[in-house]
């Protein structure tokens, strides 16, 4: 094994008794210039849920479990805490880790999805620490991000079908789930895997649990009120689940490991009276620090590090924002056009793969059985809408991850007898390819199986289908205004996707559009008005309003018939 010499867990901190709160948020928002009403809020919370917080009790019942564990298994290692915000400090900490000749740690933060600052503000506080304590020589690796982690995931749904289990039949039949994790700005999140990770985690959980009806949130949200930050909100959520019909909500806090004030006060207080206003049973789920499954999961994290060749180095992984965008002919790297994913298992995604989807637009149909069955025997996948705005018209989108059959087989398709009497409709032609954003987790699913799942959804037989374009001063914007202004429309489609009212098929066409559109949209869904609904949300987005030069024509079509999806990789 590796020579690795102890362990360090790395908090959040909290305050322990009522004559700590007011020193313990000086430390938190120190030169972040918080005006003193907000400070003066978040105090009042601490003061109604009992004038402390429970976060060093969780975090030291953590630690005794986890020595535990380790010393079980085998593994003679001593382990530390440090908080970034109260006693214990992370500079008391690396004191002592000094002063005992330690060399070399594996580094522990107790957050589960990373941004900058649920991760990055921990490493940077470590090394400010490090420098503090006169330790600049200590060593520290980090463990693979758990947020899927199995065992995590075994935690949090365990804790959710304990409470399930307590909840009323009746109560039980009407009842949302509701994932939440603490809000961000947009210009962060644009930068980092937050999101991303949140929501794997809240399917993995909602999958163990056998569910499908599950929405996610965000709470505890503060700073400038004119600053954009990741929405929906939970209280919204909550609103939305009554006007759903529902009869009862359940809070899974999968962003929290412990009990600490913005679930206590947050959900415990606020979301409970808000549900109550609008007549909804409100449930809460348990978090998950005490839960044998988590304790495990550092077990298993720590002896990964200890038999890895190459173990992590802990780095800030958020990238800084650029004043200009990066144009690859600028970079003196090699270029490199291939798709690219999120790292998985230490290694990085890479692959020159991607599906291409077509869609062509005919009017003239009147016999769509001959023509089902011509698209039948065709070596392409392919999907048979009927043209809502056409009493004889009909769309056929195409798929492959050749191009090539697209020019082949498209042609010999559309000439033979069947479609030979139909008039082509030109300007509803829609051609583009899947691509990454470098987010993936799983690259090779997102490029060749995400949007044909969709598209071939059975369940799902509406769609509108268009393209667009955005105005070139889009281009000239930082990668952090970017970030910015797509996040909105990310939030919207990820926000109807949890609802289970649309999904997307969403293209890039730069160069192979015969229009110089840049995007093919397709909206996928059981019903046509949250189509319609979500594209009217999403004129109200500054993008929208301020960046798209072109939008549409539209194809809004109804199934007539799908080939059978099977995955591509």
């Given at each position: 094994?590796?020579a690795?010499?102890?362990i360090?867990?790395?908090g959040?901190?909290?305050?322990?008794?009522?004559?700590?709160i007011?020193?313990f948020?000086e430390?938190?928002?120190?030169?972040?210039n918080?005006?003193q009403?907000?400070?003066?809020?978040?105090?009042?919370?601490?003061?109604?849920?009992?004038?402390?917080?429970?976060?060093?009790?969780y975090t030291?019942?953590?630690?005794?479990?986890?020595?535990?564990?380790?010393l079980?298994?085998?593994?003679?290692?001593?382990v530390?805490?440090?908080?970034?915000?109260?006693?214990?400090?992370?500079?008391?900490?690396l004191?002592?880790?000094?002063?005992?000749?330690?060399?070399k740690?594996?580094?522990?933060?107790?957050?589960p999805?990373?941004?900058?600052?649920?991760?990055d503000?921990?490493?940077?506080?470590l090394e400010?620490a490090?420098k503090?304590a006169?330790a600049?020589?200590?060593e520290?690796?980090?463990?693979?991000?758990?947020?899927?982690?199995?065992?995590?995931?075994?935690?949090?749904?365990?804790?959710?079908?304990t409470?399930?289990?307590?909840?009323?039949e009746d109560?039980?039949?009407?009842?949302?789930?509701?994932?939440?994790n603490?809000?961000?700005?947009?210009?962060?999140?644009?930068?980092?895997?937050?999101?991303?990770?949140?929501?794997e985690?809240s399917?993995?959980?909602?999958?163990?649990l056998?569910?499908?009806?599950?929405?996610?949130?965000?709470?505890?949200?503060?700073?400038?009120?004119?600053?954009?930050w990741?929405?929906?909100?939970?209280t919204?959520?909550?609103?939305?689940?009554?006007?759903k019909?529902?009869?009862?909500?359940?809070?899974?806090?999968?962003g929290?490991?412990c009990?600490n004030a913005?679930?206590?006060?947050d959900?415990?207080?606020?979301?409970k009276?808000?549900a109550?206003?609008?007549?909804?049973?409100?449930?809460?789920?348990?978090?998950?620090?005490?839960?044998?499954?988590?304790?495990?999961?550092?077990?298993?994290?720590i002896?990964?590090?200890?038999?890895?060749t190459?173990p992590?180095?802990?780095?800030?992984?958020t990238?800084?924002?650029?004043?200009a965008?990066h144009?690859p002919?600028?970079?003196?790297?090699?270029?490199?056009?291939?798709e690219k994913?999120?790292?998985?298992?230490?290694?990085?995604q890479?692959t020159?793969?991607?599906m291409?989807?077509?869609l062509?637009?005919f009017?003239?149909a009147?016999?769509?059985?001959?023509?089902v069955?011509k698209?039948?025997a065709?070596?392409?996948?392919?999907?048979l809408?009927?043209?809502?705005?056409?009493?004889?018209?009909?769309?056929?989108?195409l798929?492959?991850?050749?191009p090539?059959?697209?020019?082949k087989?498209g042609?010999?398709?559309?000439?033979?007898?069947?479609?030979?009497?139909?008039?082509?409709?030109?300007?509803?032609?829609?051609?583009?390819?899947?691509?990454?954003?470098?987010?993936?987790?799983?690259?090779?699913?997102w490029?060749?199986?995400?949007?044909?799942?969709?598209?071939?959804n059975?369940?799902?037989?509406?769609?509108?289908?268009?393209p667009l374009?955005?105005?070139?001063e889009?281009s000239l914007l930082?990668?952090?205004?970017?970030?910015?202004?797509?996040?909105?429309?990310?939030?919207l489609?990820?926000?109807?996707?949890a609802?289970?009212?649309?999904?997307?098929?969403?293209?890039?066409?730069?160069?192979?559009?015969?229009n110089?559109?840049?995007?093919?949209?397709?909206?996928?869904?059981s019903?046509?008005?949250?189509?319609?609904?979500?594209?009217?949300?999403?004129?109200?987005?500054?993008?929208?309003?301020?960046?798209?030069?072109?939008?549409?024509?539209?194809f809004v079509?109804?199934v007539?018939?799908?080939?059978p999806y099977?995955?591509?990789?």
């Open positions: 094994m590796s690795f010499d102890h360090l867990v790395i959040f901190g909290g305050p322990t008794k009522p004559e700590e007011r020193p948020l430390v938190v928002t120190r030169g972040r918080i005006p009403e907000r400070l003066d809020d978040v105090a009042h919370h601490y003061e109604v849920i009992g004038g402390r917080s429970p976060y060093n009790e030291f019942r953590l630690i005794k479990a986890l020595e535990d564990q380790l079980n298994e085998g593994i003679h290692l001593p530390f805490v440090g908080m970034r915000n109260w006693h214990p400090f992370l500079k008391d900490a004191t002592t880790i000094k002063a005992r000749g330690l060399k740690g594996i580094a522990l933060i107790l957050a999805h990373r941004s900058e600052v649920s991760y503000r921990y490493l940077q506080n400010e490090k503090d006169d600049t020589h200590l520290y690796f980090g463990v693979e991000p758990w947020h899927n982690h199995s065992r995590f995931i075994e935690a949090q749904s365990e804790q959710v079908r409470l399930l289990s307590k909840i009323p109560r039980k039949a009407s009842l949302q789930i509701i994932f939440t603490h809000s961000i700005p947009l210009t962060m999140a644009s930068q980092c895997q937050y999101q991303d990770e949140f929501m985690s399917r993995l959980t909602a999958d163990a056998g569910r499908v009806d599950w929405t996610h949130a965000y709470q505890s949200r503060s700073g400038n009120p004119f600053t954009a990741l929405e929906p909100d939970i919204a959520t909550i609103e939305q689940a009554a006007q019909g529902k009869q009862s909500v359940l809070l899974v806090p999968i929290f490991l009990d913005e679930v206590l006060y959900l415990d207080i606020e979301a009276a808000e109550a206003k609008l007549g909804l049973s409100f449930y809460r789920a348990s978090t998950v620090m005490d839960h044998p499954a988590f304790i495990s999961m550092w077990t298993d994290s002896r990964q590090t200890m038999q890895t190459t992590r180095s802990l780095k800030v992984t990238p800084a924002a650029t004043s965008p144009h002919a600028t970079s003196a790297e090699p270029l490199d056009i291939r994913g999120a790292a998985k298992n230490g290694q990085p890479v020159d793969r991607r291409y989807f077509q062509f637009c009017t003239g009147f016999h769509l059985e001959k023509i069955q698209l039948k065709s070596s392409l996948e392919t999907v809408y009927r043209d809502l705005n056409d009493p004889y018209g009909i769309g056929v989108l798929m492959s991850e050749k090539e059959k697209l020019v087989d042609a010999d398709l559309f000439v033979s007898e069947e479609f030979k009497a139909l008039a082509p409709k030109s300007d509803l032609t829609m051609l583009g390819r899947t691509y990454s954003s470098g987010r993936e987790q799983d690259l090779e699913d490029l060749l199986n995400k949007y044909r799942r969709n598209a071939l059975t369940d799902w037989p509406w769609a509108v289908w268009y374009r955005r105005k070139p889009f930082t990668r952090e205004e970017q970030g910015k202004i797509l996040m909105e429309h990310a939030m489609g990820m926000s109807y996707g609802a289970g009212l649309a999904s997307d098929v969403r293209l890039s066409c730069y160069g192979i559009d015969k110089d559109n840049e995007f093919v949209i397709g909206l996928v869904g019903d046509l008005y949250p189509l319609s609904r979500l594209i009217q949300d999403m004129r109200k987005t500054q993008q929208t309003t301020k960046y798209i030069q072109s939008l549409g024509p539209f079509g109804h007539v018939w799908q080939s099977k995955d591509a990789r």
